[in-house]
């Protein structure tokens, strides 16, 4: 059930980063789907995800076929770093408007437009003024039919920035590793 990240990304990036958090739920996220393109949420089981990824991942509904998205579950690790309570709300309550907001947004209509994986790369505000890494890895889960209803969400949060960071994101194609890549611009935070 391991993955190896293929390292053929651009700028010498491999998928994930070598996250050992988000490969080790991508894994999971990969053997539920038991040759489907995604698994049901009913195939999610957090007892199964384990204590020790439980911290950084959610779950999110999809709303109106991705007009909105709603933090149904969110892990203390999340929780920690925004600072307050996400739990029940809806993305854009917690964001404000501008370019990272829609950036983040546009993670989550990827998912259910291409009903495949998702990775980030970026920054995360963690302070006033003070920013760190961030990495997020968006999993497609379905119930009992083909639409994107709910995405599970791994979250892993490293040191202050030591300077600008481009937002990277990576659509998984086919729901596989093997992939082709999308970069965009970098977000002005």
């Given at each position: 059930m391991a993955v190896s990240p293929p390292s053929d990304a651009p700028g010498g990036r491999a998928p994930l980063d070598n996250d050992?958090?988000?490969?080790?739920?991508?894994a999971y996220w990969d053997y539920q789907r038991r040759g489907r393109a995604?698994?049901?949420?009913?195939?999610?089981?957090?007892?199964?995800?384990?204590?020790?990824?439980?911290?950084?991942?959610?779950?999110?509904?999809?709303?109106?076929?991705?007009?909105?998205?709603?933090?149904?579950?969110?892990g203390t690790a999340i929780v920690e770093r925004w600072g307050f309570e996400i739990t029940g709300r809806f993305l854009d309550e917690i964001m404000r408007e501008g370019d990272y907001r829609e950036f983040i947004h546009e993670l989550y209509r990827d998912v259910c437009r291409?009903?495949?994986?998702?990775?980030?790369?970026?920054?995360f505000r963690w302070d006033v003024g003070t920013y760190m890494v961030t990495r997020r890895l968006y999993l497609p889960l379905t119930r009992g039919g083909e639409?994107?209803?709910?995405?599970?969400?791994?979250?892993?949060?490293?040191g202050a920035a030591p300077g600008p960071v481009a937002a990277y994101r990576h659509v998984f194609y086919e729901a596989t590793m093997e992939q082709q890549r999308r970069e965009i611009l970098p977000v002005r935070l």
């Open positions: 050992a958090l988000l490969i080790a739920l991508h995604v698994p049901d949420r009913a195939d999610i089981d957090p007892v199964d995800i384990g204590a020790g990824l439980l911290p950084n991942v959610g779950l999110v509904d999809v709303i109106d076929g991705g007009a909105r998205f709603r933090n149904r579950l969110v291409h009903r495949a994986p998702v990775y980030s790369a970026s920054l639409d994107v209803t709910m995405i599970l969400v791994g979250q892993t949060f490293f």
